[in-house]
């Protein structure tokens, strides 16, 4: 069964239109997204294993893992005077109208990273290789390289160099373990057209991202992102901190951002005429 977010499903225009008016008042940045729901009980609960599931494998995250609750976002610090202003540009789907917000996602722009760990991210899975582990979302079906060969992360992302890296959607990330049980990633060199959450705080390409996954047991996994961007913000801080739990049956459904049906729904929310011939 597919699943499309409400901005892209136009079988049902009444509801739309009504929902669009709405939108403006989600929840504080702080709470975590609603649940994927069929009925009244998780998709994500039925599918997810039961009790701990014995000890972990060592140095193993490969398979899929699930979140029915998202993730909690903590307390931002204090931005910088260039934090504000790019801050300040970010119009998000919480206070403004869907059609005034500028939100890259109302476009199916990538989320890019961070922010693709925050965005109500209720599936994740990884894929172990030689020399690199592949992360990949369920939302979008987006995924990225971590790579584990021991090579730095690039120290001069968009600088003027002549061999200076460009800045990626997902930046650079290596990882490594630092237990049998704790893969920590640092990634850095963040486009800065990305925010790095849903409410649209800035990054700059000088981001540096630290991710501790921890596999409590067979079953559960703990992840908390650490950001350290001095030119955005005055101090270091958790974004987050999220649990996961393992999907026996290796399997979602799924989610994708279509660019035609949200630049339909765009034009529906913004253009009064088109709202009333929905509604005829």
């Known amino acids: 069964m ?22 403006a008042q989600n929840k504080p940045q702080t709470e975590a997204p609603p649940p994927l729901r069929e009925g009244s009980v998780s998709i994500l609960d039925k599918l997810a294993a039961e009790g701990t599931g014995g000890a972990a ?9 699930g979140s029915s609750v998202g993730q909690k976002i903590n307390p931002i610090p204090p931005m910088t005077p260039w934090g504000e202003q790019v801050f ?13 917000s500028n939100d890259p996602d109302n476009t199916c722009d990538p989320l890019g990273f961070p922010r693709a760990m925050v965005f109500m991210t209720r599936g994740i ?50 990882g490594h373990w630092k237990d049998d049980y704790t893969f920590i990633v640092e990634t850095t060199g ?47 801080f958790d974004l987050s901190t999220a649990h996961f739990k393992w999907i026996p049956k290796q399997d979602f459904e799924e989610q994708i951002c279509i660019g035609s049906q949200e630049l339909d729904y765009l034009k529906l929310i913004a253009d009064p005429g088109a709202r009333k011939d929905a509604a005829k």
Request: proline letters at 7%.
């Open 57 to 65: 494998p060592k140095r193993d995250l490969t398979g899929f893992w």
């Open 190 to 236: 963040v486009d800065e057209n990305t925010w790095l959450d849903n409410a649209g705080h800035p990054h700059s390409v000088g981001i540096r991202v630290t991710e501790t996954y921890k596999r409590l047991d067979h079953n559960d996994l703990e992840v908390t992102v650490h950001v350290d961007d001095p030119k955005t913000y005055a101090q270091p």
């Open 125 to 174: 899975a990884f894929a172990t290789m030689p020399d690199r582990l592949i992360q990949m979302w369920q939302y979008d079906k987006t995924w990225r390289e971590i790579f584990t060969d021991g090579r730095p992360l690039p120290n001069n992302v968009g600088g003027s160099e002549k061999d200076a890296p460009d800045p990626h959607y997902w930046g650079y990330s290596v």
């Open 88 to 100: 300040h540009t970010h119009k998000n789907n919480s206070e403004y109208a869907v059609a005034d």
């Open 2 to 23: 597919r699943n499309l977010s409400p901005r892209s499903t136009l079988g049902v225009m009444a509801f739309i239109i009504s929902a669009s008016f709405a939108m």
